[in-house]
């Protein structure tokens, strides 16, 4: 049924991503050395430019500017079509003092991508979209486990439920874009990406396989684990199966049909606005996509392998959120080709970051309802009855406000996202020099 591949250069290859990701996280915590260590090795299996990058971040952290430069310059001589390299050797140019060369990356920056003048706001706008729209808050939820009055219960029922909603709805949505599904498409044997299938997802597939008469060869591929402690971290424990004495992970086949250089110009950034690396030339499908639909993303009641969650770019994750707003339906947004989602995505993001979620009022009202309501629930634990009610009515005016503005800006925002789609055939606006 399924075709076993060369365990070690499997292995190796996830390797290679393990010690990448090592390494980009021990930069975040500020463990340059460690972080240029884990680096370094990961080149050794294979020298990738994204590699070159996140060392050249490590070396920056660290203070050594010269060995940053060099390191950003070998990312660039590797890949010279990313705009996010040219705008990090161009701030490292402006740390040293060269304003000329930082003009020249400048400008190469924007030919390559003239969104880079305002990338900013634009990074900030996606950081702040994407924890709206997440299952995960940095707002602790209030405490109504002893709360004694029910009008106060149905209170913190209403703001919770207000809270949320923005959250969590949007993220097991498939995305529905007029794209070649560049998310599920590998460079690398699709293990090395994260996707492994579950022994309840792979029943489901092999199922499905066997009612449509396919065959699984094609579909499922296996990988031996060697029992590397390091290669385990990589994959989810409980995806992990057990066959004979052997300990193995399954995961989807890559057909053949790479991306043409025509596609890859369209291809859109990840959530952050960042270049999808793992998107080149030698990207193949998933075996599983089929006619731009993932086949197994429902199968066995599980929503999607749990990494191909994760891979929304931003055009998709925009765009299914605007469906979930109900400011521009799907329809629309799937007559509309992927190069102009691409621009209206990034567009939409700001309004709607600036408009609805960081808008000064709505904020102020939100914190409002919720000191209100901390002060009520204080006051009811201590049973102090009577202030209760007073504070509930305070926080129902403040509620009403919040809710009458919000209906308002909303308004405001399908307006705006309306005219960013009429404008489609106006040529886009000049780029900003920074
Ligand atoms: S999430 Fe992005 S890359 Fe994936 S199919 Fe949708 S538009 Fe394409
Ligand atoms: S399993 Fe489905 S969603 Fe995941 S990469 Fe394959 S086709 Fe795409």
Redesign the pocket.
Known sequence: MTKRIGNKTLDLAMMEKYLHSQGAALCGEGRFDEAIGMLRDAISIEDQPYTRYQLSQAYLGKGDLEKAIEEISRAIAMNNCIPDYYYERKEMWLLKGDVKKARIDNEKMLRLDKYYSRIRDIQHAARVFRQAFSTSTSDRPLDATRVRQRALREAIDTYTQLQQAFRGNVEYST?T?P?P????HFSGETVTHGLSIGPWKLRAIRNFLRDQKLAGKDFLRKMKLSGEPRVLQLILPHHTVREGDDLVVYFPARHKGSLSNAILRSA?KDIHYKSLVWINKRAKPCAFLQDRRCMIHDLGDEPGLPSCKE???M???VSVVLDYLGVVNKERVASTA?EDLNQIAIEALLIITSELIEHPDLTKHRKTMRTLLKKAIKEDNQGNKNLVSPLLKRYSIAKDQYEYLFAAQKEHVIKAVEELFLGLASPPPPAKQS
Not at 181 to 184: A, N, W
């Open positions: 995305c874009l794209c599904s560049y998310c599920c859109p891979f929304l770019c055009t998709g994750f992927l």
